[in-house]
């Protein structure tokens, strides 16, 4: 399973910023606004294999201040705004 990590430049503070048991997709940094974008595979139907039938979500971290990750968008969200 892959993961995102992130750490100061040194090494330290080496932590996890993607859930636990999600597969990392792809991810993108907005360095101006110090921002960083990454979608996840989340296996929903628990079969331990990622496939079409779990759920992509996007969420957004602060790589400046740190804080705990924000769930921007995923299918369940896109459902409900139906």
Do not use: C, H
Not at 18 to 41: A, C, H, V
Not at 47 to 58: E, P, Q, S, T
């Amino acid at each position: 399973m892959v993961g995102l990590y992130t750490s100061k430049t040194n090494g330290d503070d080496f932590k996890r910023v993607s859930p636990k048991n999600q597969q990392l997709i792809d991810w993108e940094t907005i360095d101006l606004q110090g921002l960083l974008y990454f979608r996840t595979m989340e296996d929903i139907d628990r079969n331990g294999a990622f496939d079409d039938k779990d759920r992509i979500n996007l969420y957004e971290y602060n790589l400046i201040k740190g804080d705990s990750i924000k769930l921007i968008f995923n299918d369940k969200i896109y459902q409900e705004m139906k």
